[in-house]
Nanobody
Framework: QVQLVESGGGLVQAGGSLRLSCAVSGRSFSTVAMGWYRQAPGKGREFVAVISWSGTTTYYADSVQGRFTISRDHDKNTMTLQMNSLKPEDTAVYYC???????????????????WGKGTLVTVSS
């Protein structure tokens, strides 16, 4: 089993930055692909970014490309999402997710991850 715990959410003004972290425990070798999804109030879950085991392959939603950066640290068993130039429309609950296989760019269209955290709330004020 894999446990994922997000941290780093909070309230920030538009234009500001936040850094989300996802701590991995349990069978960390099962986290071949890891990613972030978000869900805004009244909306469905939306893909944000995904990263491969090696960290060399990443995919981003068009809405965050150039503003957000996903990374992972195997020594610390963590994944992070650096969010810059935040906008009010980035307000959402952000979920950390992991998968035992790497489905590549398909994660953009299907939230087909095996493991999920409980989420952390990010609120961007205008």
């Amino acid at each position: 089993q894999v446990q994922l715990v997000e941290s780093g959410g909070g309230l920030v003004q538009a234009g500001g930055s936040l850094r989300l972290s996802c701590a991995v425990s349990g069978r960390s070798f099962s986290t071949v692909a890891m990613g972030w999804y978000r869900q805004a109030p009244g909306k469905g879950r939306e893909f944000v970014a995904v990263i491969s085991w090696s960290g060399t392959t990443t995919y981003y939603a068009d809405s965050v490309q150039g503003r957000f950066t996903i990374s992972r640290d195997h020594d610390k068993n963590t994944m992070t999402l650096q969010m810059n130039s935040l906008k009010p429309e980035d307000t959402a609950v952000y979920y950390c997710a992991a998968d035992r296989v790497n489905k590549g760019a398909s994660y953009k269209y299907n939230a087909d991850m095996e493991y999920w955290g409980k989420g952390t709330l990010v609120t961007v004020s205008s």
